[in-house]
């Protein structure tokens, strides 16, 4: 009775073996293709780091009488306020 169960776990246990191995090859496949692909996306994305420009100082702001006086040094800088947002930061 034992060995005619033999032949049947040996068939299954030779599948689950040669399962296992084809998994692992296919798993290695597909690692080494994605690893390439990164690579080539590496090669053809020139996406520069950007730099910050230094600040600069282009105007000053007075406090007179309860009223704000901002004074611009460059006239390009004046029409690049009016059409921009200002961004305000405090200084503790």
């Known amino acids: 009775m034992s060995l005619d169960l033999l032949f ?10 040669y ?3 084809t998994r692992n090859a296919f798993e290695g496949r597909m ?3 994605y690893e390439d692909k990164f690579d080539e996306w590496k090669k053809h994305n020139k996406a520069a780091p950007s730099k910050d420009t230094p600040k600069e100082l282009v105007a000053l702001l007075y406090k007179k009488n309860y009223k ?5 040094f460059k006239k390009e800088e004046l029409e690049l306020l ?5 961004n305000i930061k405090e200084m503790t």
């Open 8 to 17: 049947p776990f040996g068939v299954l246990l030779a599948l689950v073996i």
């Open 19 to 21: 399962l296992i191995f």
């Open 31 to 33: 690692l080494k293709h």
């Open 68 to 72: 704000y006086e901002l004074e611009v």
């Open 82 to 86: 009016n059409i921009s947002k200002i």
